[in-house]
Each structure stands twice: as structure tokens, then as C-alpha cells.
């Protein structure tokens, strides 16, 4: 649940300006309409300065003007424009879609102006986190694209947006291919395009565990920006909370914290320090202050990401469970397992009404929550909701299904704690066969997964698997974080244990002192 909000509304925010230029390739303005039409380009020149508000008023005088269907479609698309830039989108959508069904009425098919029609709705249904309508919309706008104007660049603007759903749909590897295949258009093109596809391929990557690429695609974003635009442009914030999200999934804690801020400050100093888009940095940077055990620090940023994320989206929405899930993971590291458990059903409570209980992404929630619950000891409720959770999977998406990995990894915790530990390995090799099977044999959740079956190996006394698993583990995790992360350690002394029982005594006492290294460089950290 550690998610990212805020290049989905940037990147909304940028191709809302955009959009109204790519408006006047659809219908065309009558001229004998003189009042309307100049209603409507005040409208928009207030829009694209920033005063959505000033817009809003202007565009509802110009729809009580319109005469010809056209002056309806190009009213309702500006009024769904304006109320999204304001936050407003369940009546965007709705302006949106009668935009869009009047458009289908008015242009034959294929048509530029149905498929513009269809990009603007699908960029607001993003927003309201309905990836799957929104996707289904982007792939229509896609299709007539290719019959009218293949290559052209508003194509390849709708292939970006469409790759940017399946990133927060989780289906990286097509997002991947999408950028991978538009980039060299791109490059060449707008900068501000350009930027977006690297940023989002990078976050594909990141997701990929493909850590050395996305790196590489975040720095040249970066340069892009400050060369064709500024080093403090708003871009600049969006791709160093990229990167910081990058470093800390490689246990570069610190690095991560301190982009964080320099986003918050960017993206503050832009936009005021109370925009709502800063709610998703206070949230990484709580995150990664968490994992740098500053828990003080890591509750002023979440505190701060709740209140500015309630503020702007009201507390319904999919973003707050976001937050509140984060907020229960710091509960849960102070001790305090009835309020993880209470905030992650709260998060429940939101997210599941939203996308439907179904939802993979609701379902990896169930399965935080099954193992809060464990840690709580309600462990027959825990294990009720894991079986109702594999249930759904199994019946959805069938045995091959990545995301029964982690239902298996915490019914293999929830047999160890019942002293099952024989029940817990089959649990465990179950996991990492599907972790293996779906790509992710080198992956850090590979990696935890060996790690748990070798101390299952420990305790069953059958050291010498262990310490197989325990070597293998230390190799994805060193190939994957460096030689020198902190999170080496933990795993580091396990293996100086199982090497001991084996009498293997100068190969322990080497991996306990790496580990009281790697420890004194974590407590070294600010």
C-alpha cells in the first residue's frame, strides 16, 4: 500500500492545458456566435493561468449561450476541464461523458473529436482511482488513433496516458513496453511528454526490480528538464520523489528522505505549501523515515500527509487509504496493534468500497490486515480472511496468480506462530515457487521468502539447507541493494547461526561482524 498519488494528478494537471489546445482540432466554433466563443477563450486563458474558479463562471455563462451541438460539446468539455482542475470530479466526469455522447453522435467514426472525447473522461476516471474504465477508454482513443493518424503526436499522447493507467494497475511490463516503444518519438517532440514517459517507464522499472535502468531513464529525465525548462520546475519534484521511491526500495534510506524534501520544497515554493499534490511526498518521506526507525519524524510527515489528503480529496477517498494503511504500519512498529489493526480496516473500509473487495489491490490489503491481526492474536480471524482472500484469487485468477504469493508467505507466518513449521515450509516453497514462476526469482520478495524457509530449515535442525537458503537469499538481496545496505543485516545474522550448528565457526564469525558493520552504518544515518 505504499503508493504514490502524486504524478497521477500532476500528470492529469499538465494534460489538462494540453487538452484544450488539442480541442480545436474537434469542432469547429461558429462565427456568428461571437459571444459564446468569447466566453469560451477567456474561459480557457483563466484556466491555463490558473484560476479555475474565474473559468468555472465563465464557462457556465457560455453553455447557457450554446446554439449548435458543437458549442454543446465544446462547453461541456470545458466545464469537465475546469471542475477537475478543481478537484471536482465526479462533475468533470459527468460534463465529460455528455461531451463524449454528443460527440459520438456528431462525427462519424473513426473521429479525432470522439477520440479526444474519450482521453479527457479516461483522464478523469484515473483520478478517481477506475483504472479499468479508465484503461478501456484510453485503448478506444487508441484504436481510432491508429486508423487516423498512426505515429502522429496524438497517439503517442494517449499511448503515455494508457501506459500511466497500467502502472497503478500494476501491470508494469505492459506499461514498459509502451514507453519503451514511444520514446524515440518523444524525444524529438515536447519536452514536457518526453519527461513523462521516462518518468513513467522509470516507475515501471522500479516495480520490475530493473533498479540500474530506472535509475538511469530518472537522471536523464532530470537533465531534460533542467536543460529545456528549469531546475525548479514542478517536473523536477515529480522526478525526485521518483527517485527517491527508487532508493528506497534499495534500502538507500537516507537518499530517499532527503529527495523527498527537496520535492516538498520544489513543489511547495510552486504551488503553496498547502497544495494538496504535497500530500503523497509527506507520505514517502513518513515512509522512509519509518524504515529509518525515526518514528517521530515518520508521524509528523504521515500526520501531515493525512490532513492535506482529507483536505483535498475529502475522507472517502482511495488516497486516504493509502495514507491510513502507511499510518497503521507506523503503529505497528511502535507496538501498538489494535490501532494497525483499526487503521488498516479503516483503509479497508474505503478502498474496498471504492474498487470492489475483489480488487488485487484491495486484496493485498486484506492480506496486512490478516497479518496485523496475527500480531494482535486474533489469529482464527486472520486465517478466515487469508482463506477467503486465497478463495477469490484462486477462483479469479487462478493457481498461477502472483499476488497468491503473499497470501501463502502470510499463511506460512500464520503456521509458524501455531508451531506448525512443517506446514509453514510447504506454505513458503508454495509462495516462492509462484514468485519464480511469475519473474520474480531475483526479487527482494524472493529473497524474504528463502530467508524464512532457511530459519524454518534452522528449526527443524536441517542446517545445511538452511544455510544454502540463507546464502541465496544474501546474494539476491546484495545483487539487488549493494554489498553495503543495512537491510543485509538482519539476514546476515541468521546465517552466522545456522553456520555455527554446522561448527562452521570462521565463515560465522566473519558474517556476525558484517552485520555489526552494516548496523553501525545504519546507526550512523541522520
Avoid: C
Avoid at 10 to 36: I, K, M, T, Y
Avoid at 389 to 397: G, M, P, S, T, W
Amino acid at each position: 500500500m505504499r503508493g504514490s498519488g502524486a504524478w497521477r494528478l500532476r500528470g492529469f494537471l499538465l494534460a489538462v492545458l494540453l487538452l484544450a489546445a488539442a480541442l480545436d482540432s474537434g469542432p469547429a466554433w461558429p462565427q456568428e456566435n461571437g459571444a459564446w466563443a468569447a466566453l469560451v477563450l477567456e474561459g480557457r486563458a483563466a484556466l491555463e493561468a490558473g484560476d479555475a474558479e474565474t473559468a468555472l463562471g465563465l464557462f457556465e455563462q457560455a453553455e447557457d449561450l450554446a446554439q449548435t451541438p458543437d458549442d454543446r460539446i465544446v462547453s461541456l468539455t470545458s466545464l469537465g476541464l475546469a471542475h477537475a482542475a478543481l478537484g471536482n470530479l465526479e462533475a468533470a466526469a459527468r460534463f465529460h461523458g455528455q461531451s463524449l455522447d454528443l460527440r459520438e453522435t456528431a462525427y462519424p467514426a473513426p473521429s479525432m473529436a470522439v477520440a479526444t472525447g474519450l482521453r479527457n473522461l479516461a483522464l478523469v476516471r484515473h483520478r478517481q482511482a477506475r483504472l479499468a474504465e479508465a484503461a478501456t477508454l484510453l485503448a478506444r482513443a487508441r484504436d481510432i488513433l491508429e486508423e487516423l493518424a498512426p505515429g502522429g503526436p496524438e497517439q503517442i499522447d494517449i499511448q503515455n496516458d494508457l501506459a500511466a493507467v497500467y502502472v497503478n494497475m500494476g501491470r508494469y511490463e505492459d506499461a514498459a513496453a509502451i514507453y519503451r516503444a514511444i520514446l524515440p518519438a518523444l524525444q524529438t517532440g515536447r519536452p514536457d511528454a518526453y519527461v513523462a514517459a521516462l518518468n513513467g517507464l522509470a516507475a515501471a522499472e522500479v516495480a520490475l526490480d530493473a533498479f540500474e535502468a530506472a535509475e538511469s531513464h530518472y537522471r536523464d529525465a532530470m537533465a531534460a528538464v533542467a536543460e529545456t525548462m528549469a531546475p525548479e520546475h514542478l517536473l523536477m519534484a515529480n522526478l525526485k520523489n521518483g527517485l527517491g521511491e527508487l532508493y528506497r526500495a534499495q534500502g538507500r534510506l537516507a537518499d530517499a528522505a532527503s529527495l523527498y524534501r527537496e520535492a516538498i520544497e520544489i513543489r511547495g515554493a510552486a504551488l503553496g505549501a498547502d497544495h494538496p499534490s504535497l500530500g503523497s511526498l509527506y507520505n514517502n518521506l513518513g515512509l522512509a523515515l519509518l524504515d529509518l526507525g525515526d518514528l517521530q519524524g515518520a508521524g509528523e510527515a504521515l500526520d501531515r500527509a493525512r490532513a492535506l489528503t482529507e483536505a483535498a480529496f475529502g475522507p472517502d477517498h482511495p488516497s486516504m487509504a493509502t495514507v491510513l494503511a502507511n499510518i497503521a504500519d507506523l503503529d505497528e512498529a511502535r507496538g501498538d496493534y489494535v490501532a494497525a489493526v483499526e487503521g488498516s480496516l479503516h483503509a479497508l473500509r474505503i478502498l474496498g468500497g471504492q474498487l470492489g473487495m475483489r480488487h488485487p489491490e484491495v486484496e493485498a490489503l486484506q492480506v496486512t490486515l490478516a497479518r496485523r491481526l496475527m500480531l494482535a492474536g486474533d489469529v482464527a480471524r486472520a486465517e478466515e480472511m487469508l482463506d477467503e482472500v486465497e478463495a477469490a484469487i484462486l477462483e479469479d485468477r487462478g493457481e498461477g496468480a502472483a499476488d497468491l504469493a503473499a497470501v501463502l508467505s502470510a499463511r506460512g507466518q500464520l503456521e509458524r506462530l501455531r508451531g506448525d513449521d512443517r506446514a509453514a515450509l510447504v506454505a513458503f516453497e508454495r509462495a516462492s515457487a509462484i514468485v519464480a514462476a511469475s519473474g520474480g526469482a531475483e526479487s527482494l520478495d524472493a529473497a524474504a521468502l528463502l530467508a524464512n524457509r532457511a530459519k524454518i530449515m534452522t528449526t527443524l535442525r536441517r542446517e545445511a539447507e538452511a544455510v544454502a537458503l540463507f546464502e541465496q537469499s544474501l546474494a539476491i538481496r546484495e545483487a539487488v541493494l549493494g554489498p553495503d545496505s543495512p537491510e543485509l543485516a538482519g539476514v546476515l545474522k541468521d546465517y552466522a547461526f545456522a553456520l555455527r550448528r554446522l561448527k562452521r565457526f570462521d565463515e560465522a564469525e566473519a558474517a556476525e561482524a558484517r552485520a555489526a558493520a552494516l548496523e553501525d552504518i545504519a546507526a550512523a544515518q541522520p
